[in-house]
C-alpha cells in the first residue's frame, strides 16, 4: 500500500477540469516535505510535471497547477484533452522511512 | 537533447543477476545525483536506490538492501544497477532518473525503462 493516498481513477470530459488529491501524514507532505507530480503513458519515460508544490517545468502547459495544504497536495487539470490521459503520480519523502514516496497513481480518463 | 537510456534487463530465474545500466547524453552528468525507481506489473511507482554525484553515497530501499548495489562511472556518463539474489517480486519495469538541481529530490528527467521479469 502506497505511502502517499491517490484515487485509483477520475475522469472528465473533454475540456472539462478534474483534480487529483494526494493524502499524506506528518512524516510526509505534513513535515513540509515538497510535493512533485508525474505524468506517464505506459511504455514511456515518465514525464515531470509539477515541482516543489507548485512551480512548472519549462514546457508545461499552464492547464497544469499543483497545491498543497497541511498534509494533502492536489493536481488540477483544466480543458482536458484526449492526450491527457495517462497515469498521474505524486512524490515526496517520509522521514519516518527515510525513503522517496510515491503515490499509488491516478488513471484519468478524458471522455 | 538531455537523454536517458537503460538497457541490460531480461528474464531471469529467482536467486540469479543482472546488471542494469543507464547511458546519459546531453548534461553534465558527473554533477546530477541519480537514482533508480521501477513499477511493477499493474502497480505504482517504487524508488529504489539513490547514489550522490561523486558515487561515495548510495541508499537503497529496504526490500532490496543487501542485494542490489548502485554504482556510477562518470567519465563513460554512465549509472548501473547490480542486481543479485533476484526475487519474483523484483519483476518490474526500471527506470534511471535525474534529480533535478532546483527542485529538491525531483526527477526531471527519466528514461524509457528496461524490462526486468523474475522467474523458473
Known amino acids: 500500500q502506497a505511502v502517499l493516498t491517490q484515487p485509483p481513477s477520475v475522469s472528465g470530459a473533454s475540456g472539462q477540469s478534474v483534480t487529483i488529491s494526494c493524502i499524506g501524514n506528518?512524516?510526509?507532505?505534513?513535515?513540509?516535505?515538497?510535493v512533485h507530480w508525474y505524468q506517464h503513458v505506459p511504455g514511456t519515460a515518465p514525464r515531470l510535471l509539477i515541482y516543489?508544490?507548485?512551480y512548472r517545468p519549462s514546457g508545461v502547459p499552464d492547464r497544469f497547477s499543483g497545491s498543497k495544504s497541511g498534509a494533502s497536495a492536489s493536481l488540477a487539470i483544466t480543458g482536458l484533452q484526449t492526450d491527457d490521459e495517462a497515469d498521474f503520480y505524486c512524490?515526496?519523502?517520509?522521514?519516518?522511512?527515510?525513503?522517496?514516496?510515491f503515490g499509488g497513481g491516478t488513471k484519468l480518463t478524458v471522455l | 537533447e538531455v537523454v536517458l537510456v537503460e538497457s541490460g534487463g531480461g528474464l531471469v530465474q529467482p536467486g540469479g543477476s543482472l546488471r542494469l545500466s543507464c547511458a546519459a547524453s546531453?548534461?553534465?552528468?558527473?554533477?546530477?545525483?541519480m537514482n533508480w525507481v521501477r513499477q511493477a506489473p499493474a502497480k505504482g511507482l517504487q524508488w529504489v536506490s539513490y547514489?550522490?554525484?561523486?558515487?561515495?553515497?548510495?541508499h537503497h530501499t529496504d526490500p532490496v538492501k543487501g542485494r542490489f548495489t548502485v554504482s556510477r562511472d562518470n567519465a563513460k556518463k554512465s549509472l548501473f544497477l547490480q542486481m543479485d539474489s533476484l526475487r519474483v517480486e523484483d519483476t518490474a519495469v526500471y527506470y534511471c532518473?535525474?534529480?533535478?538541481?532546483?527542485?529538491?529530490?525531483?526527477?526531471?528527467?527519466w528514461g524509457q525503462g528496461t524490462v526486468v521479469i523474475v522467474s523458473s
Open positions: 516543489g508544490n507548485i
Open positions: 506528518s512524516s510526509t507532505i505534513g513535515a513540509r516535505y515538497e
Open positions: 547514489i550522490s554525484p561523486s558515487g561515495d553515497t548510495m
Open positions: 532518473a535525474r534529480i533535478s538541481r532546483i527542485a529538491d529530490d525531483a526527477l526531471d528527467i
Open positions: 512524490q515526496s519523502y517520509d522521514s519516518s522511512l527515510r525513503t522517496w514516496v
Open positions: 546531453g548534461f553534465m552528468f558527473e554533477n546530477y545525483e
